[in-house]
């Protein structure tokens, strides 16, 4: 299994739908969690952190399942500026420090 | 707003050549990191360094690859021998804290081995 696994893609949707991403991890001992956004050819920006209760950032809204070993990603009224690949980023922390695993990224193309 | 910044923005290189990528941190960030990305594949861990040392590294991070601290702002990737497969864009990444803190990315050396 990998360690990282996203819906396979691409989402293509119009102006003002809801879309939701889907991410499985499979190192139970994953300690922090992350949704990063990257455009073409671009860095990852973090977009948001994900936390056990849930959490929310005006069109976001990002959840954790830690018993399923599940993070989700909802964006609502989709903007044509939303239009982006979305990286699923999970930290099992070892040592003094704590490396990113990123899932390979499902890109959302939001039209008119 | 501080950020992370990368030279070249583009390296070409002939196989064999050894490249050095160059990353500034955001100056009071003491974790720092490299990543690499392949053309339409996932972006993956290469190593972190802490307090002039490797912290870890993963098993692309073989004898070829070296990073160093040369003064107290930058932070550099050396590819020794470069192969047709180092053809990649190289993140640098750096963090205030360990253990779950926030990670910023600079925008990326996309190095190409001819």
């Known amino acids: 299994r990998k360690e990282v696994e996203q819906d396979p893609g691409p989402f293509n949707v119009p102006e003002g739908a809801t879309v939701a991403f889907n991410c499985t991890y499979s190192?139970?001992?994953?300690?922090?969690f992350f949704w990063y956004r990257q455009d073409c050819r671009k860095e990852p920006k973090l977009l948001m952190s994900?936390?056990?209760s849930g959490n929310e950032d005006g069109r976001f809204t990002a959840q954790l399942n830690r018993a399923s070993q599940y993070i989700s990603l909802l964006i609502r009224d989709s903007k044509l500026s939303d239009s982006a690949t979305y990286l699923c980023?999970?930290?099992?922390?070892?040592?003094?420090?704590?490396?990113?695993?990123f899932g390979k990224g499902i890109t959302l193309s939001v039209r008119p | 707003e501080p950020e992370v910044t990368q030279t070249p923005s583009h390296q070409v290189t002939q196989m064999g050549q050894e490249v050095i990528l160059r990353c500034v941190p955001i100056?009071?960030?003491?974790?720092f990191y490299w990543y690499r990305q392949i053309l339409g594949q996932k972006v993956e861990f290469l190593v972190s360094?802490?307090?002039?040392?490797?912290?870890?590294k993963s098993e692309i991070f073989d004898d070829q690859f070296s990073v160093e601290r040369p003064d107290g702002s930058n932070f550099t990737l050396k590819i020794r021998s470069t192969k047709l497969e180092d053809s990649a864009m190289y993140f640098c990444?750096?963090?205030?804290?360990?253990?779950?803190?926030?990670?910023?990315f600079g925008p990326g050396t996309r190095l190409t081995v001819l």
């Open positions: 190192n139970s001992a994953s300690q922090s």
């Open positions: 980023v999970v930290i099992s922390a070892t040592g003094a420090n704590s490396k990113l695993t």
């Open positions: 990444a750096s963090s205030l804290a360990a253990r779950g803190d926030t990670q910023y």
């Open positions: 360094f802490y307090n002039n040392e490797i912290s870890e």
């Open positions: 100056s009071n960030h003491l974790y």
């Open positions: 994900v936390y056990s």
